[in-house]
């Protein structure tokens, strides 16, 4: 899911998708997901009645989950949240021109969701250091590439990846890294799939409500997969969980040497005992840690859970709830 340039808009017809007569998938998906310009009031779970403008594309009664303090507006194919957390505003556009209707309106209201729970977070811990946008885009298409790609603040996530796979709501997450990156560049990295890697950490320590839907879907390799720093995510984790805490914030300073590009590629060993400085890593080198990492039980431990449970790794390094008390 890497980042690329921004995807070139091309018209799908929605009153084909609503009729069913382009859409090779089952009308149910279509039908569940718009509703027609004669709803205009949704009767919620409290029975109280909410007034909608007559042109909504997508059933408003999906957001309701969301904290009364997030406003929301329906314009023509799109919907716009807004609101501010900490004292920071922050929006979400959903951007529908192009959508069939395959990713249903609950799973966009799942996404909205998902955007107020995860962004602001990885925003205060992370993009606000480098004027992160903290306006979102998330364009629902019907066409084009197989999951979701992010450039700048637009999302771009396909319409059918969450009817084939409609659990795995957290490849948004990796995108929402991708957009508080603000535009890494590979040649100021020891290796450009640390921008993957990267993205790939904030999914497992950030995914929506703590592993809910991830975690036995989508599982951290271990060291005998991942045989290199190069290609490791877990090791991220494993640096964070043994180096961050009062004072101190590993990701943070990684975020930060990877964002304003001090070092070269050719330079990362001068980055990584840069990082290493003020912990019980100072003086070592990163091949030394990279050993030891591979010697300990985190690198093995399994992270996979069943929907409710808590992974082997988890159980005993809780790394999500460290990371996230970092935030304050």
Request: charged residues 30%; negative net charge.
């Amino acid at each position: 899911m890497r980042m690329i340039r921004t995807i070139e808009a091309a018209t799908l017809c929605l009153c084909m998708a609503l009729t069913g007569c382009s859409s090779r998938y089952p009308e149910s998906s279509v039908s569940s997901a718009i509703i027609t310009t004669a709803q205009s009031t949704v009767t919620t779970p409290e029975t109280t009645v909410k007034k909608y403008p007559d042109n909504c594309i997508v059933d408003p009664s999906v957001f309701e989950r969301l904290d009364k303090e997030i406003n929301i507006e329906f314009k023509d194919k799109t919907v716009i949240e807004s609101g501010k957390i900490k004292g920071r505003r922050y929006s979400l556009t959903f951007e529908l021109s192009d959508w069939a209707g395959n990713t249903t309106a609950d799973k966009i209201g799942e996404l909205s969701r998902l955007f107020w729970q995860v962004y602001p977070v990885l925003y205060e811990r992370f993009g606000k250091y480098s004027d992160a946008p903290s306006d979102v885009v998330l364009i629902i298409e019907n066409k084009g590439y197989e999951i979701a790609e992010a450039w700048e603040n637009k999302i771009h996530l396909h319409d059918m990846w969450l009817w084939n796979y409609p659990e795995d709501y957290d490849c948004i997450t990796h995108e929402l890294a991708h957009i508080i990156q603000n535009g890494w560049n590979g040649e100021n990295l020891e290796y450009d799939s640390y921008i993957e890697r990267f993205a790939d950490y904030c999914r497992f320590i950030y995914c929506v409500d703590d592993g809910r839907y991830n975690d036995h879907g989508w599982t951290l390799q271990t060291a005998k997969d991942e045989s290199s720093r190069e290609t490791s995510v877990r090791f991220l984790v494993w640096l964070d969980y043994n180096l961050s805490g009062s004072g101190r914030d590993f990701m943070k300073d990684y975020y930060l040497i990877c964002t304003k590009g001090e070092y070269p590629s050719s330079e990362w060993d001068s980055a990584w005992k840069k990082l290493f400085e003020g912990t019980a890593f100072e003086g070592r080198d990163i091949d030394e840690v990279w050993k030891e990492y591979q010697t300990s039980d985190f690198a093995i431990l399994s992270s996979y859970a069943a929907t409710g449970e808590t992974s082997e790794l988890l159980a005993k390094y809780d790394a999500r709830k460290k990371a996230k008390s970092l935030n304050g």
